[in-house]
């Protein structure tokens, strides 16, 4: 098990070739639940995100043969590009296995610092395999994204900058994929001050770290899609596992839609992007999964930046729907001149922006006196869009959500 010893020795190794990232407050998010809240922003890391600092770690600890025989490794995009950069400048040869439905600014990234990128499997665990029989058949060193003792002490150093730049913090609060972020923080904080609460987060449709401590060992869950595609996970390392059960306090989960408000609350307050990975973190904050806070300083961890701008739009739209500020409306009114105009006039007396209108005749389930109007409509929220279907329907509208 990685003790604090190993952090520190990893801290010393990698200093200067790694970000020091600032960890401050946002007065905005404490007032969410009552608390002071901290933001380290890991994101601010040179390839975007927290992984770099495990794999300089493992790859500084090579011996001249392996690096000269290079390097192997199987990442969805974070571990990929940590790997790859710093292998670049440390002129060691990088083979990416990453799975196909990565997103392509991750692919393209990795393959921009020099690595070769293999594209295998659906999900990491294919892409895993296919990276443990290259390197068997080519004889190299494999960088495991987290179950390596290496680099759970590189993730470790973020313990060990918290404890200098928020001394008094009560609460950190990780996202978990794997575990190896989490297992790292936890060590370093808990062997200084054992009173920190640690809490892990995960996706609700992927706990495997939940359900590991639930079975009372490593278990592979169920396969399963979730926008938080650097935390797609099925199963924990057997390193992180023991770690979590002995320095991680609690273990709680976020649904898709809180996640994708998360990134957009991001967004909007505190102008940062990140990925839905890390903003689970958050989410399970101002969600309230995680409890007693009120007056606390709570440090989330921001581990990560690196989303598709594709993605990015989709989680705004999903975000934009579930806090009510985007609604997508189906209004059924007569086939009749100026019935079109009453139906847009009631939108700006309400005060509700346009952002598309679909006008349809003739189709399914429609009467031939009848027309169907498709509405995507910019709200201030969940009650101006509850007043404007009152105010519809009680003008004579038919009026449907989808």
Known sequence: MVKLPDIEAARARIHGQVVLTPCTPSEVFGEMFGGHAWFKFENLQRTGSFKERGALNRMLALSPEERERGVIAAS?????????????????????????????????????????????????????????????????????????????????????????QCPQMDVVVVSVGGGGIIAGIGAAIKAVRPEVRVIGVEAGVLPAARRAREAGEVVTIPPAETIAEGIAVRRIGDYTFGMIEEYVDELVTVSEEEIASAVLLLLEREKTVVEAACAAAVAAVVCGYVGELEGKNVVMVLSGGNIDVSLMSRIIERGLIQDGRLAHLVVRLRDRPGALAALTAALAESGANVVSLDHRRGTGGLWLTEAEVGLTLEMRGRTHAQDLIQMLTDRGFSVHRE
Do not use: C, W
């Open 76 to 164: 969805a995009g974070n571990h990929a590009q940590g790997v790859a950069y710093h292998a670049q400048r440390l002129s060691i040869p990088t083979t990416i296995v990453m799975p196909e439905r990565t997103p392509l600014v991750k692919v393209s990234a990795t393959q921009g610092y020099g690595a070769r990128v293999i594209l295998h499997g659906t999900v990491y665990d294919e892409a895993m395999a296919e990276a443990l029989r290259i390197r068997d058949e080519e004889g190299l060193t494999l960088i495991h994204p987290f179950d390596d003792p290496a680099i759970i002490a590189g993730q470790g150093t973020i313990g060990l900058e918290l404890l200098e």
